[in-house]
């Protein structure tokens, strides 16, 4: 399986966007039939911190999105993983987490990312460069 490189940073914390509507860390709800990617994440990191890898985030929320079992996953992994692969894909900086509802994503230095929430003491330690990490905002949702 090729590994992807559009995803995947290390010692980098993704702060909330500039433009964040939040002044506290909200946990996005259900909304219609199926779940949107951003509150399959947010539940996956909740569930899982420091497991995932950017990559491999993309690509377990994308399984979850289509409603596949695990039988089929481990079938067509290499397929699904080309399949969503093939096309560029948006990092975390754009995730509607950071951008919309004040979450904050930790890359250690193997590149598996915790959810921290802006209101936490490792948020405010992590977006003031703590521990020699790269700080990086969220994309603005609107431009300037």
């Known amino acids: 399986m090729p590994q992807m490189h559009t995803t995947n940073y290390q010692n980098t914390f993704i702060t909330a966007a500039p433009d964040s509507p939040v002044d506290h860390s909200v946990v ?3 909304r219609g039939e199926s779940a949107p990617a951003h509150l399959i994440v947010h539940e996956l990191l909740s569930a899982h911190p420091y497991t995932f890898s950017g990559d491999e985030l993309l690509f ?3 399984v979850r999105r289509l ?7 481990a079938a067509r992994r290499d397929e699904l993983w080309h399949g969503l692969f093939s096309k560029p894909q948006a990092c975390l900086r754009a995730s509607a987490l950071a951008k919309k509802y004040g979450w904050g994503f930790h890359f250690d230095a193997q590149g598996r990312i915790a959810l921290y929430a802006m209101e936490s ?3 405010r330690a992590m977006s003031g460069g703590a521990n020699g990490v790269t700080v990086l905002a969220a994309m603005r949702s609107k431009r300037e």
Do not use: K, R, V
């Open 28 to 30: 996005p709800a259900m």
């Open 60 to 62: 377990q929320t994308h």
């Open 67 to 73: 409603g596949l079992s695990q039988d089929e996953i």
């Open 121 to 123: 003491d490792f948020y």
